[in-house]
């Protein structure tokens, strides 16, 4: 295809502003799929993506659109995931493309998150047209929504294409929008091979699929190619576009988006961000590299019935699989027995490859206290990454400990800022900015990313019914009073309930632990002490009595679907107390008791 009839772009949106369904539309509204085939939000392939309606891996479809002027395109619309986690995947498909359409919901107006993406795209020089979404709706004010564009972004949105993906209103708008307003994109076809690996992912009938973007020169079917950065050569099986389903192509040139197999083993062997050129005759210079993602939180996660361990590792092994960012090891429990110390690139992360290993292996999890990674600076001089407290030295040997302090950015309705402000402040937060536009606040805190793994999402949330949106950046390390705090039970420490607290806040956090400790273990025959210990030094103690009569109604915090579960693995025969010297306590203690309020 010639370069001039070729435009690339992604979609930038928040979570619900409607990304899903305009790329529906687009994708329908040009015959790419007959409507049929249409199954709705075709692009997010994944069915925990459908479920809970987040958009994880970054997909692509490519669209022939017939435009006005008689000229048929062909559009590339690379999908990219909505959620802070995966700002590294945001950044790298932005790479690949010239363009994005920044999707606002005309009823509610610009959230942190995508206030982060839409800087991504302008960082990679992007042209941006606004769209203003769901103007079917009676509480849409697109002029107020207009303002608030250039008010927060300080992008021009005079000109914003007006649209409901519901019912389609608009959609001919965008899709002369996108050819009129965004950039060709430009390339040498006789140049040497330069493409870039966008994205690569596991199919269980192919093998490793890996999505290329091509910058100069051609690739074919057959043609042997080089990975620059891990210098692996593969000849190319099969060479297809994405429709959305894959269909054979014969060859793609500069400006072009598409997938090939290539006998590659695992997503491991491919690295996103890479240069794929010829292996005989080879671009000079290869594109600039990608940092790999970093995890970035860490917990355990132990079958609760140990019989499962195998069948754990397998899960995990199978989904790894499918995502380089996720990491694992082993782990050994003095506690929990045998399962996996497991890194992931934020929260939403964690909880969607436990939710998936929950669901869709069908496995029975105790996950420990999400930790950060710190950094221990040694009396010797030497640094240590700590990314569990169980491994946490005797503190004679460490000099300092600092933590990942992170810029967050929080944009909320005027009313519950106050709520924010003191939520911020109660965890250890430091402002650093605060703005308004419009009846919204956006303010900026510097905290540390230790405050946040726990439930800060949850609390914000509840804070401001859900009016909040938050986004975060990690910006460095920072030394501060550390120490480990133990849990004992019975005087026996629980090493998955160990975790690392800024020494103020050591007490408070205690006594919040044992407390609910106390509620979430039944009682025994005998008197139980808990206990938070920081060193030798006890800072919260709890007593359990002894026994009674009738307690089993009395076992189980939570809500009455938990109950019902339980109640139903119950029936099932599973075991689901963990026994600690001569203590049971049950799984959900070592859940709630992490949670905080
Ligand atoms: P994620 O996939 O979670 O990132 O969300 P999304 O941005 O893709 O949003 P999605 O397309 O799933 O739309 C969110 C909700 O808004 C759905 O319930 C849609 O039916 C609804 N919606 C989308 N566009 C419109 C619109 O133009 N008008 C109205 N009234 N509702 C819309």
């Known amino acids: 295809t010639e370069l001039n009839l070729i435009r690339n772009f992604s979609i930038v949106a928040h979570i619900d502003h409607g990304k899903s369904t305009l790329a529906d539309r687009l994708i329908q509204g040009t015959g ?79 959230e942190a998150q995508t206030l982060a993406n839409v800087y991504q795209a302008l960082d990679a020089g992007h042209e941006i047209v606004p769209v203003l979404n769901k103007i079917d709706l009676p509480a849409a004010d697109p002029e107020r929504v207009k303002e608030n564009i250039e008010d927060v972004i300080g992008i021009d949105a005079s000109d914003s294409v007006m649209i409901s993906a519901k019912t389609g209103l608009g959609i001919p708008d965008v899709l002369e929008a996108i050819v009129t307003r965004l950039p060709a994109p430009t390339g040498d076809r006789n140049a040497p091979l330069k493409a870039m690996l966008v994205d690569s992912w ?96 860490f917990c355990g996660l132990f079958p609760v019935d140990a019989a499962d361990f195998e069948a754990l590792r397998d899960a995990i092994e199978k989904l790894a699989l499918n995502d380089a960012s996720f990491s694992y090891e082993m782990e050994t429990s003095a506690a929990l027995g045998f399962g996996f110390r497991c890194g992931f690139l934020g929260l939403l992360h964690l909880e969607v490859i436990r939710d998936r290993l929950e669901r869709e292996y069908d496995m029975d999890l105790i996950t420990t206290a999400p930790s950060v990674v710190y950094h221990l600076h040694m009396k010797d001089g ?104 133990s849990i004992l039970v019975n005087d026996e420490p629980v090493d998955a309930l160990s975790m690392m607290v800024h020494r103020d806040r050591a007490e408070s956090r205690g006594r919040s632990m044992v407390e609910k400790l106390k509620d979430l273990i039944p009682r025994h025959m005998f008197k139980i002490p808990i206990q938070a210990a920081i060193g030798g030094r006890v800072v919260a103690r709890e007593t359990l009595s002894a026994m009674r009569k009738d307690v089993t109604a009395k076992c189980y915090g939570g809500d009455a679907t938990r109950k019902k579960k339980l109640l139903e693995k119950q029936k099932a025969g599973k075991k689901k107390m963990r026994q600690f010297g001569k203590v049971e306590i049950p799984q959900e203690a070592f859940i709630n008791a992490l949670k905080m309020d």
């Open 382 to 485: 030497t640094v240590r990454d700590l990314h569990n407290p169980a491994d946490m030295p005797d503190l004679t040997y460490v000099d300092h400990i600092e933590e990942p302090r992170i810029k967050a950015t929080i944009m909320v309705p005027d009313e519950y800022l106050g709520d924010i402000l003191k939520l911020c402040q109660d965890r250890r937060g430091v402002q650093l900015n605060l703005t308004y536009a419009g009846q919204r606040a956006m303010v900026e805190y510097d905290l540390p990313l230790n405050e946040v793994v726990f439930d800060f999402y949850d609390r914000l949330k509840s804070v401001t019914k859900g009016y909040a949106s938050f986004d975060y950046q990690i910006t460095g390390y920072q030394e501060d009073y550390l120490v480990k705090m």
């Open 32 to 110: 790419t799929v007959a409507d049929r085939d249409m199954k709705a939000q075709l692009l997010d392939s994944m069915d925990i993506e459908r479920e809970r309606g987040i958009t994880i891996k970054a997909n692509s479809v490519r669209i022939d659109y017939t435009a006005k002027d008689g000229q048929t395109y062909v559009l590339n619309l690379i999908d990219t995931p909505g959620h802070v986690d995966f700002g590294y995947e945001v950044s790298r498909s932005m790479r690949a493309v010239e363009g994005s359409l920044l999707v606002v919901d005309a009823s509610q107006g610009v």
């Open 202 to 297: 596991y199919d269980a009938y192919l093998g490793v699929v890996v999505m290329i973007r091509v910058m100069d020169g051609v690739i074919k079917k057959g043609d042997r190619v080089k990975m620059m950065q891990t210098g692996a050569v593969y000849g190319i099986d099969k060479l297809a576009v994405l429709r959305p389903k894959m269909v054979d192509w014969p060859e793609l040139g500069p400006g072009e988006i598409g997938v090939f197999t290539a006998s590659i083993k695992q997503v491991r062997d491919t690295r996103v961000g890479d240069t794929i050129t010829h292996e005989r005759k080879p671009t000079a210079e290869a594109l600039p590299g990608f940092k790999p993602a970093q995890p970035v939180v």
